[in-house]
């Protein structure tokens, strides 16, 4: 901005030093001609310099914002991993907890198993066999107690051998597990140091995007001013669009009042019957589009762009996270979109409004009963005023800036009211 004062400062010293000089020497028509192409050209030449600072200053803006965008992904995604991270390591100690438990348990049942055994043979090498020691007996009772005896020892070795099989299987299966959780949490760790790493990387950009704006002060208050000014004119047009429209149906309500009114003399008790239905059916379908679909999905409508996106800026009245001194006040979302991204009907409506307005491009109005959602910075749309839209169809495409930039600002209103998207949208 110096540079350009410099210079619209030498044209007028060099017009003046002319004004000043025209008595001492006589100039010819084509030198006067040619003084003032050459000033015509500078005063082109400052212009353009102006208009390409303002587009500049307007690029950098919205990488800005998309950085920040960006930012903000990798910090909640940081954080989701990290929560996973400790569920992780919580589910990893448990499992160490139980694979430590059943190591001693199968432990301590081996060395159980092996001392009856071996005490078993023990006992065989210094006595009889099985059978002389059942027949060794001095009566009938006492053999039956052997014999009983010695089927319920045959039948806890084999239960004590499937119980050492069984715990040597689910410490296995433990310890698969566990293996398959360091796994997990080595690629979790992984995962956090990349999304780490790119936050670093932006957070850099971004660092230099704020020093280079600091730099063209005036032109990035010139920027936000006029960015603010053509805000406040599409609220203005969308407040008077949306007070024509309450004023219309306050007539063709009033219309049909004084129309129903008229029939109910003339017809007595009979046309009485023909306005009561026709009210009720009028309150139901109101109802319908109101409590029964568009306000009972709150939280659930369908977000309003097809595919991949990033929500630059959010709503209302907020400081900017880098530039001090710089409130942004938005009415309501701001969408980037990817190549050819388009809009789509994020429910079921009526198309009430086509318009264009400077720095929106298109828009279209979709009115939902007392509900309306606004898409702005359309380059081609694919619906006319007073189309019927099923829920996701496609409005139109988001347009490209010059800087390839695509993004869709996105309202939703009730009535007049205006109210935060994302808490409707998803």
């Known amino acids: 901005m110096k540079r350009i004062v410099i210079l619209l400062s030498a044209i007028a010293i060099a017009a003046s030093c002319c004004i000043w000089s025209a008595p001492q020497r006589k100039r010819t028509a084509s030198a006067i001609r040619k003084e003032q192409q050459a000033n015509k050209n500078a005063i082109a030449k400052t212009n353009r310099q102006i208009a390409e600072n303002k587009r500049r200053t307007t690029a950098s803006l919205r990488s800005l914002d998309a950085l920040n965008a960006e930012i903000q992904q990798n910090k909640t995604e940081i954080q989701k991993l990290s929560r996973q991270l400790d569920s992780i390591s919580t589910c990893q100690q448990l499992l160490s907890d139980t694979v430590a438990a059943y190591n001693r348990q199968l432990e301590a049942m081996r060395k159980a198993y092996a001392n009856s055994v071996r005490a078993t ?210 009415s309501g979302i701001d969408i980037e979109v990817a190549k050819g991204g388009t809009a789509r009907a994020v429910f079921e409506g009526k198309v009430s409004a086509i318009f264009k307005q400077p720095g929106f491009g298109t828009i279209v109005m979709v009115r939902h009963g007392q509900y309306l959602t606004i898409y702005a910075n359309l380059a081609e749309i694919n619906v006319k005023n007073g189309s019927k839209l099923k829920q996701g169809q496609t409005i139109g495409r988001v347009a490209r800036g010059d800087d390839g930039r695509a993004v869709l600002h996105f309202e939703l209103r009730k009535e007049k009211q205006k109210m935060n998207p994302l808490n409707w949208v998803k």
Do not use: C
Request: aromatic share 6%; hydrophobic share 30%.
């Open 121 to 330: 043979k023990a006992a065989q090498q210094n006595s009889l066999t099985k059978l002389a020691f059942v027949l060794s007996s001095e009566s009938f009772a006492t053999a039956y107690r052997r014999t009983r005896y010695l089927n319920e020892y045959t039948r806890w070795q084999k239960r004590k051998t499937r119980e050492i099989s069984t715990s040597r299987q689910i410490l296995e299966e433990k310890t698969k597990q566990l293996d398959i959780i360091k796994q997990s949490k080595s690629a979790t760790m992984r995962k956090i140091s990349g999304q780490q790493t790119q936050l670093e990387t932006r957070q850099r950009k971004t660092d230099r995007l704020v020093k280079d704006l600091k730099r063209e002060k005036r032109t990035l208050n010139q920027v936000l001013k006029e960015k603010q000014a053509q805000a406040l004119k599409l609220d203005k047009e969308l407040d008077r669009i949306i007070a024509q429209e309450l004023e219309r149906q306050r007539a063709e309500k009033a219309k049909a009042a004084k129309s129903s009114k008229s029939t109910g003399n003339k017809s007595g008790q009979k046309g009485n019957n023909v306005q009561k239905t026709t009210e009720t059916y009028a309150t139901a379908e109101s109802t319908r589009q109101l409590s029964g679909s568009f306000e009972s999905n709150k939280g659930r409508l369908l977000f309003p762009v097809n595919g991949q996106y990033k929500v630059v800026r959010t709503f209302g009245r907020q400081k900017h996270p880098q530039l001090p001194h710089v409130v942004i006040d938005n």
